[in-house]
């Protein structure tokens, strides 16, 4: 008995040795779990956890292994970085795994995303090395992908506000004509010289212009501000700097209706000029202008200033030559505007000859049609008599851009930038078509130099998206309704936001549609989605067979509904 006992325990150890250093067997797929579920493009990449786990009695304690996942797709395969892995009787800096125990590791990949890994399955690959002898594990397949929503982007750039280049038309221009008349010191007469002086002559050919109505000129009124120097007694001073301004008051609407102009004439006035004092003084070349400055400082009071400023002698009758004379005055502000041509006239002038019209005036013109034939017309135009501004250029391709016509629109966006290498809105627009061709680094660099742009944030949000900076690109998208602000918000996961964006778009596309599938399947809303692919489809047949490969959908495979639409 003792025999049967003791042969019984030599063969139970005979097959646990053997069984320790036998080949390791297949794995299966539940030793395995792939964060995401299903593969995601973010960005440009696929980024991947794998959490894997050796089961107990199956690692060879003196085997090495090395695990490499694969992504498999249509054409070719990913490889990603290995993980090694070793029994306990090898010496090496491997992750130990124990055989009676087994052992959980830890992968983290990303792989370059390519469009033809919409179609792919996630492996992983194992080669075992025991002693000299390599073999190889069947390789098991442990993830679908991948979700390429991301890559919308593309698409979403086709149809985003491009970038204008407006006018810089104003119909009223606001002007200002000034002109001073001098006085001598404790003196407020209007002397002869000083109404015949060039700036006086110029100021009344001013009030002539309005009275005719040349160039549209027309008065908004007068303003009077007259001075004392701060030379002398308050009360005094007072009395000059009023009578100077009312004396200029009478000149000046005694002038308006010689021309037969109505309007307010506004005066005011300044008792003693302490702020023109201290401008001039700080302008001026005098030896003690410091000094004098640093005594406008330290004391407030009128009447202490002077008598401080007249201690210091050495420089008292410089002032008296040069700065105090320049203060006894009254300045004369003429405002009035400069009204131009109004929307029907600019059309007028437009038909009878374009000419005429200022650059202004012709794109400005542009914006009084909604016919995109008529808006090329003025825009043709102003390249023939104004070939070296950006704008009509830009706004061509923006026309072209937006009838889907990218390769004309290209083309008028590189002619903007040559006209105008700094344009930020040629820069906006160039980028845009870097983005619809998947060049998300040169968008980038064009769309950075182009923030002076108004459409800049848009702009912004759309290479966001592109670059897998999904919270940022909905920040920058808000409250912009647009297919590329409705595909930040669902890929930023603020599906709320995203509907409300959807039914916001005006002109709803094929896109727009089939972004309003996408999120329908994310909220479990099964008649979004079905409403969404009917009108996709509807506007763009070649939107089922993209619905019939998205994973997006692929709760809805065997759905007979999604089926009679995609198929």
């Known amino acids: 008995m003792l025999k049967k006992v003791s042969l019984l325990l030599s063969l139970v150890a005979v097959f646990m040795l053997s069984s320790c250093n036998s080949k390791m067997k297949e794995m299966a797929q539940d030793n395995f779990t792939v964060t995401p579920g299903v593969l995601e493009v973010v960005g440009s990449e696929i980024p991947v956890t794998i959490d894997g786990k050796f089961p107990a009695k199956y690692f060879n304690n003196k085997s090495v292994m090395t695990v490499t996942p694969v992504l498999k797709y249509n054409g070719g395969e990913a490889v990603a970085e290995s993980s090694t892995f070793q029994g306990e009787k090898v010496l090496g800096n491997d992750q130990t795994i124990s055989y009676k125990e087994g052992g959980n590791f830890k992968m983290k990949m990303t792989f370059d995303y390519v469009p033809a890994m919409e179609d792919a399955e996630l492996y992983v690959r194992f080669t075992v090395n025991k002693g000299k002898k390599t073999y190889t594990i069947p390789e098991v397949k442990i993830a679908d992908g991948c979700v390429a929503t991301s890559q919308l982007y593309r698409q979403t750039a086709a149809t985003a506000n491009a970038a204008y280049g407006d006018d810089a038309f104003q119909r009223i221009i606001k002007q200002a004509k000034e002109a001073n008349i001098m006085f001598l010191i404790q003196q407020t007469n209007l002397r002869r010289s000083e109404l015949k002086s060039e700036n006086i002559n110029e100021l009344k050919a001013t009030l002539t212009e309005i009275a005719n109505d040349v160039e549209g000129k027309a008065l908004e009124n007068v303003e009077i501000s ?7 007694e308050l009360k005094l001073n007072d009395g000059l700097a009023n009578n100077r301004g009312t004396n200029t008051a009478k000149f000046i609407n005694k002038e308006m209706k010689k021309a037969k102009i109505e309007g307010n004439v506004d005066n005011k006035y300044t008792a003693e000029d302490w702020a023109g004092f201290q401008e001039l003084v700080s302008m001026s070349q005098l030896p003690d202008k410091e000094l004098i400055l640093r005594v406008l400082s330290m004391y407030n009071d009128p009447e202490e200033r002077e008598a401080q400023i007249k201690n210091i002698s050495a420089v008292y009758s410089e002032l008296a030559k040069e700065v105090l004379p320049k ?17 029907e006239q600019i059309k007028e002038q437009y038909a009878a000859d374009a000419k005429v019209l200022s650059l202004e005036e012709l794109l400005y013109a542009a914006i009084l049609t909604n016919d995109v034939k008529e808006k090329e017309d003025i825009f043709n135009t102003v390249v023939s008599i104004y070939p070296n501004d950006f704008r009509a250029y830009n706004n061509l391709g923006v026309l072209a851009y937006n009838k889907g016509d990218y390769t004309a629109a290209a083309n008028y966006f590189a002619k903007a930038e040559n006209a105008d290498a700094n344009a930020a809105e040629a820069k906006i627009n160039l980028g845009y078509m870097q983005l619809m061709n998947g060049n998300v680094a040169e968008a980038e660099a064009y769309m950075t130099k182009g923030t002076a742009a108004k459409v800049s944030n848009e702009a912004l949000g759309n290479l966001y998206i592109a670059q897998g900076q999904y919270g940022r690109a909905a920040s920058m998208l808000a409250g912009v309704n647009t297919n590329g602000a409705a595909l930040a918000q669902i890929l930023n996961n603020d599906y709320s936001a995203a509907n409300n964006t959807l039914a916001a778009i005006s002109t709803p596309d094929a896109l727009t549609y089939y972004i309003k599938a996408i999120l329908g399947a994310r909220s479990a809303n099964n ?38 639409i995609v198929k």
Not at 327 to 343: F, H, K, V, W
């Open 226 to 232: 007259a001075y004392a120097s701060p030379d002398g």
């Open 327 to 343: 203060l006894r005055r009254a300045r004369i502000t003429l405002n009035y505007q400069l009204i131009g041509r109004s929307d």
């Open 527 to 564: 008649e979004m989605v079905y409403e969404g692919l009917k009108n996709a489809v509807k506007l763009d047949p070649a939107m089922a067979s993209k619905a019939a490969g998205d994973l997006e959908f692929r709760k809805y495979a065997q759905d007979e509904t999604f089926q009679s």
